[in-house]
């Protein structure tokens, strides 16, 4: 396995902020190849770089009846194609300490689930692939575990680390997204990364024809996230991107159209080029005279 350490240099010092995008679940190797040259078009374009994201199984699905994906070795040879045959790099998650050897051998980036941000045996293994570990604050907790999180991965021999804020628990059926997270979460002395898209879910939230449920979400508010995360200064703005976002067959109701990519994208290079979000506000509580 090739170190990670290059790419996690380029993304730390990227300005105004570097780019994880891509269709929530492989579906299959023509979609992501096409999702893939789609994506890393616009972000040329926008001047972002680019970590293209898919899953090849998605473990944590509400119902057992939901589409997972490809698996993990079918997966994978999808997402090494997309790899080579558009150079860039690839991000993907892991559920089970057994896939991360496997997985560090095509990904740039492993992600850790959200709801599996503390379990060290998975950081652990994850950490000894050597690759950039993205981890996802879980909806369950504060900001300050992610420093924990972070630290486990150093202590396993790996400094190449961030941490992503997807959202708060908000009642039984709702998250969400409090900017001080994005401030507090640099706690773990590492870049910090906001996930717009799932942090509008709305989990388990969407009731279906037949009965059942899935998760919800509320699409029309990813601009107001992502607005507020790059005003706020954040190193990294993950996002989901669909070209057919209403027959997704995963996360649908979250998936950032991508006819409208490009827009929002310029859109947020611009909040963020003017924003001083990455500064420290210097507070000077002396006595002020007029």
């Given amino acids: 396995m090739g170190s990670s350490a290059p790419l996690f240099d380029q993304l730390r010092a990227a300005n105004p902020f570097f780019l994880l995008a891509g269709p929530n679940v492989i579906e299959s190797e023509e979609h992501v190849l096409h999702m893939a040259k789609q994506i890393k078009t616009v972000a040329s374009k ?116 961030m941490v992503c804020e997807r959202g708060t628990m908000f009642g039984y059926n709702d998250l969400i997204v409090d900017p001080r997270n994005l401030e507090w979460m640099r706690e773990a002395n590492c870049p910090v990364v906001a996930d717009i898209t799932h942090s509008l879910q709305q989990p388990a939230g969407r009731q279906l024809d037949g009965g059942g449920v899935a998760s919800g979400g509320l699409r029309e508010l990813i601009p107001c996230i992502a607005r507020t995360a790059v005003a706020v200064g954040v190193d990294g703005i993950f996002m989901e991107v669909h070209d057919d976002p209403l027959n997704a067959p995963v996360d649908g109701p979250t998936q950032w159209p991508l006819r409208h990519l490009e827009e929002l994208l310029e859109e947020l290079v611009a909040i963020a080029r003017v924003s001083k979000g990455k500064q420290k506000f210097k507070i000077d509580l002396t006595a002020y005279r007029s």
Avoid: W
């Avoid at 680019?50 to 473990?59: G, P």
């Avoid at 559920?95 to 709801?115: M, N």
């Avoid at 981890?135 to 021999?157: D, H, T, W, Y």
């Fill in 46 to 161: 926008v001047g972002l770089p680019l970590v293209f994201k898919s899953s090849f199984d998605k473990a944590n699905r509400t119902s057992s009846k939901s589409f997972r994906g490809p698996g993990m070795v079918e997966g994978l040879k999808i997402l090494e194609k997309v790899k080579v045959a558009y150079d860039i790099p690839i991000v993907t998650d892991v559920h089970e300490t057994i896939q991360c050897e496997a997985v560090g051998r095509v990904a740039d980036i492993i992600q850790i689930p959200a709801f599996l941000c503390r379990q060290t045996d998975l950081l652990v293994a994850a950490a000894k692939t050597g690759k950039i570990i993205n981890i996802k604050k879980g909806q369950f907790c504060a900001p300050s575990v992610m420093a924990n999180s972070a630290e486990k991965i150093r202590l396993a021999g790996n400094p190449n680390v």
